[in-house]
Structure formats: C-alpha cells, structure tokens
C-alpha cells in the first residue's frame, strides 16, 4: 500500500508530530510512504504569516522571508522524512522549465481581478487563494485598485497553480493508494487537495485524509474523504524530538490507538499488531 504525505510547512503543519509517528509505524510495517517536500519552489507561502507575526503580511506588503526561512522550513521536513522513513519526492520532481514559463505567462496575461474571477483547469483561483489571502491581509477579498492587494493575488495566484500542477503530476505518477494532507484553506494544501479531488474520480483506488489539530493541541481530528464523521486521535506528542524513532520504545496505548485509527481507514492486517505484541 502506498501513502504518499504533504507537509509544506514543516513545524508549523498542524499535528505534524503524530502523524510522522504513524507513518513511522506504517513503515516499520514495510508500507510504501513517501513525503511530498516542499523545497522552495515558491515565493510565497502561509508559512510567511507565522514567521513574521503578520506584521508586514498583516498590512499586504507581502512578506520579510529570507532564505534561511526556506532552508530552515525544508530542513524540518527531511526530519518528519527521516524519522518516519518516508522517502522524499521534491515539489521541483514534477515542474519542468516549460511548466514554470507557462504558468508565469498565465498569471501575466491577466488582470489581478481577472486571476480572482479565473479558473484554472477547473479550479477556481479565488477558493485556492482565498483563505490565504485574508491571512495575510485580513480582508476577504482584494481592493484590486491596491497595488499591494493586486501584487499580492499574482504571487499567490502563481504559487497554488504550479503547486496544482506539481500535485497532479505526483499523483499521475505515484498512483497512491492514500493522500495524507492537513486540513485547512492555506493555499499549497488546498491546491493539493482540489487537484487530488478532480484525479480521485478516475483513479477508484485514492483516498484522502485529512488531519486537523483542535482543543489547543490536545486532539487531532481525521477527516476521511467522503465521511462525514471525522475520527478523533489523541495528540501524542507536540514535536517529534519528544520521541525515539524505535518503536518499541513507544507506550503500548499509543501503537493500539494507532491500530484503530488504521482499523477505521481500513488499512487492517495482520501485521498491524506485530509492534504491540513485541
């Protein structure tokens, strides 16, 4: 079984901690897992917000990212990949110079209010770029008569379709059985997840889960594609330097959790309690 997981901003995905240990015990299990690693192939994203406290986010400037932001982001998913032993794919795997040319002329050929109002491949721009627009400038919706907004929609507008692309082509070529992704209107994500949604029609064997962290932390909800009822997880740890990489160093209660969240995907064999009976 294959499993393929998006994390784009290190530290700050929610419930990132417990679900690498999940992934961890998964390929104890010899599961397929692999990490769709962001290595800053954008030139912006929401993890800009976080960084600089919506200060200049805040009043639509755009961002105070540096490289270090990058590398510091992309060094902690190689360490979500080593500790759980995903292998790594990078964004850039699947974008090619003709993609980026393409993409760039796209975005310069319209308007920013046109971009709001466009589709792209099916996919409306404005729902991929809203949430994280109003993050950054804390309204709903552009003033596109401010060059700041405007200059704002093009970046943005430009990051989601080369990630809506990058993501399609992971998808075409992995063929995954699971998309694990985080929950939420942050743009990388949900261009990931529209473009998975549009694939999953023809591919009959994809599924999705989303993860969402909530009660401070405490917990983390489980969204299965196409159920309604989300399944809750006991959030086990914050970071991942809190725990060793051996499984068998691991509480019994936290691997038979486990099981059940696996049992609830249907992910249930034989071999899902061959940890807990070591």
């Known amino acids: ?22 992934l961890r015990y998964l390929s104890s299990l010899c599961y397929d897992v692999t990490q769709l ?10 993890r800009d917000v976080d960084l600089t406290n919506s200060g200049v986010a805040g009043s639509g400037e755009g961002t105070l990212r540096t490289i ?19 292998q790594l794919r990078k964004v850039t795997d699947f974008l090619i110079g003709e993609d980026l040319q393409a993409t760039r002329q796209w975005v310069l050929e319209r308007s920013a209010e046109e971009l709001w109002n466009e589709e792209w491949y099916g996919l409306e721009v404005s729902n991929l770029i809203g949430g994280t627009f109003q993050r950054f400038c804390g309204e709903p919706t ?14 943005l507008t430009l990051a989601s379709i080369r990630m809506a692309l990058a993501g399609g082509k992971c998808i075409n070529q992995m063929r995954p059985d699971w998309l694990w ?15 998975a949604k549009m694939r999953a029609s023809g591919m009959q064997k994809m599924q999705m889960v989303r993860f969402q962290a909530v009660l401070d932390g405490q917990m983390v909800l489980a969204q299965r594609e196409g159920d ?3 399944y809750r997880v006991q959030n086990v740890i914050d970071t991942l330097l809190d725990v060793r990489s051996d499984i068998d160093t691991w509480p019994r209660e936290v691997l038979t959790e486990f099981d059940e969240f696996f ?15 070591r």
Request: proline share 7%.
């Open 37 to 46: 690693h962001c290595n800053g192939a954008f030139s912006v994203c929401e």
């Open 1 to 22: 079984m294959k499993i393929v997981i998006f994390s784009p901003h290190g530290v700050f995905s929610p419930a990132h901690a417990t679900t690498y240990m999940m």
């Open 228 to 230: 309604p009822h989300p």
């Open 181 to 195: 992704i985080p929950s939420g209107e942050e743009m990388l994500t949900k261009a990931l997840y529209q473009t």
């Open 68 to 86: 270090e932001h990058c590398l510091q982001c992309s060094s902690e998913q190689r360490n979500f990949s080593d500790f759980s032993g995903a």
């Open 142 to 155: 552009p003033r596109f008569k401010s060059q700041k907004h405007a200059g704002l929609v093009r970046q």
């Open 263 to 277: 049992r609830f995907l249907g992910m249930s064999n034989s071999q899902l309690s061959l940890p807990v009976a």
